[in-house]
């Protein structure tokens, strides 16, 4: 079936560096594409998302960007803080689909 | 607003009892769904909603049902939990009109002995 490939699975940075993870798709049809962060215990939470009409997207420290040819997406923190330590999810869906294809995460940790 | 709410927050089972993860949410919602996850699985698809009375298998669903007799409610249920079932339950809704966009509970970390 469909799948979304996500690296690296672990990812350390000083604070204040910068930090990037990416993710390949192979379902050409998908058109929307989320990235989670989940914290300790806690449920994922969407922080960016882009759909396949951009190529980048920016929020402050965060911004992803999409090349549909290459079929990938990459999640790009600047300035990194010790409170973006998490695990990263990315995930994709196709047009009018309600389903989220997720990667297997990426564990992220800011050392101060 | 209380988003959407998972019971219990923690469960312990013995092989073959049964039970049911409740999920709610306050927001009119249309689509729920579940989803699994596991360590270094990502979270994947067990059943999915697209409003009342409408319910539809994602990929993994067996061994668990579900049921939407209100746009409120989405409860999972194991009618003869197994070990393989150990993992963190997570519940999701999408606002109307957004498809793709999920709000999550805080999840229920189920164990399967």
């Known amino acids: 079936g469909e799948n979304v490939e996500q690296h690296p699975s672990t990812l350390s940075v000083q604070e204040g560096d910068s930090a990037v993870i990416k993710c390949t798709y192979s379902?050409?049809?998908?058109?929307?594409f989320p990235w989670y962060k989940q914290e300790l215990g806690k449920g994922p939470q969407l922080i960016i998302d882009?759909?396949?009409?951009?190529g980048e997207k920016k929020d402050q420290r965060i911004a992803v960007t999409l090349n549909k040819t290459a079929k990938h997406f990459s999640l790009h923190i600047t300035e990194t803080q010790p409170e973006d330590s998490a695990v990263y999810f990315c995930?994709?869906?196709?047009?009018?689909?309600?389903?989220?294809?997720f990667g297997k995460g990426t564990k992220l940790s800011v050392i101060p | 607003n209380a988003g959407v709410t998972q019971t219990p927050k923690f469960q312990v089972l013995k092989t073959g009892q049964s039970m049911t993860l409740q999920c709610a949410q306050d927001?009119?919602?249309?689509?729920m769904s579940w989803y699994r996850q596991d360590p270094g699985m990502g979270l994947r698809l067990i059943h999915y909603?697209?409003?009342?009375?409408?319910?539809d298998q994602g990929e993994v669903p067996n061994g668990y049902n579900v049921s939407r007799s209100t746009t409120e409610d989405f409860p999972l249920r194991l009618l003869s939990a197994a070990p393989s079932q150990t993992s963190v339950y997570f519940c999701?809704?999408?606002?109307?009109?957004?498809?793709?966009?999920?709000?999550f509970g805080a999840g229920t970390r189920l164990s399967v002995l």
């Open positions: 379902d050409s049809a998908s058109n929307y």
């Open positions: 927001m009119n919602h249309e689509y």
């Open positions: 909603s697209v409003g009342a009375g409408i319910t």
């Open positions: 995930a994709y869906s196709g047009a009018g689909s309600y389903q989220l294809t």
């Open positions: 882009i759909r396949s009409n951009v």
């Open positions: 999701a809704s999408s606002p109307p009109g957004t498809k793709n966009i999920q709000y």
